[in-house]
């Protein structure tokens, strides 16, 4: 089971700034088959990224994701004070398992 | 507009059972697969089992495989989850989740239905 591992735990930094979120996987991910997504207090999480860098229905520009392999990147361009949040990465593939790495907080310096 | 409304959480002693449901509408439930997700409090998320479109694959997380029952109704646009044998450790927040990306992207999210396992 391939293990994926979010850095770093806490981010801290102030709107405007721009954010990098780590997720290394324990084992190759094929096919860039990984997923971002946000999660607000009290909220349901929302789908930011899959396939490695495609953005998904209604996400802004600023958010995007790179990498492949083992590495893997969510990038914010310029933060807006509603991105303040928890995200999590995940790892999927053609069977039906969704391993989520544990989160990175980011929150506002 | 995509909805998924979770129902059935509650509380529930050690070792009994309790069957949670899902209502979808806003899109073709019966072409993509389906999960559910968990999230225990102040905790990270989990995947706990997901279903093809015509249930003919299955998939569950070992902390639940052999307690829990996934299933759906094509017909009544709904998802199940069957949980026997409730432990401490299921107690959390499940979400019902559809993937139309891709079997295992969850793109759409319900508001969840909270398990409590206590005695």
């Known amino acids: 089971e391939i293990v994926l591992t979010q850095s770093p735990g806490t981010l801290s930094l102030s709107p405007g700034e721009r954010a990098t979120l780590s997720c290394r996987a324990s084992?190759?991910?094929?096919?860039?088959?990984l997923a971002w997504y946000q999660q607000k207090p009290g909220q349901a999480p929302r789908l930011l990224i899959y396939?490695?860098?495609s953005r998904a229905t209604g996400i802004p520009d600023r958010f995007s994701g790179s990498g492949s392999g083992t590495d893997f990147t969510l990038t914010i361009s310029r933060l807006e004070p509603e991105d303040f949040a928890v995200y999590y990465c995940?790892?999927?593939?053609?069977?039906?398992?969704?391993?989520f790495g544990q989160g990175t907080k980011l929150e506002i310096k | 507009e995509v909805q998924l409304v979770e129902s059935g959480g509650g509380l529930v002693q050690p070792g009994r059972s309790l069957r949670l449901s899902c209502a979808a509408s806003?899109?073709?439930?019966?072409?993509?697969?389906m999960h559910w997700v968990r999230q225990a409090p102040g905790k990270g998320l989990e995947w706990v089992s997901g279903?093809?479109?015509?249930?003919?694959?299955?998939g569950y997380a070992d902390s639940v495989k052999g307690r829990f029952t996934i299933s759906r109704d094509n017909a009544k646009n709904s998802l199940y989850l069957q949980m026997n044998s409730l432990r401490a450790e299921d107690t959390a927040l499940y979400y019902c989740?559809?993937?139309?990306?891709?079997?295992?992207?969850?793109?759409?999210w319900g508001q969840g239905t909270l398990v409590t396992v206590s005695s």
């Open positions: 989740v559809s993937a139309t990306v891709a079997v295992a992207v969850f793109d759409y």
């Open positions: 806003g899109f073709t439930f019966d072409d993509y697969a």
């Open positions: 279903i093809s479109w015509n249930s003919g694959s299955i």
């Open positions: 084992q190759s991910v094929s096919s860039s088959y």
């Open positions: 396939g490695a860098s």
């Open positions: 995940q790892q999927y593939g053609s069977s039906f398992r969704g391993t």
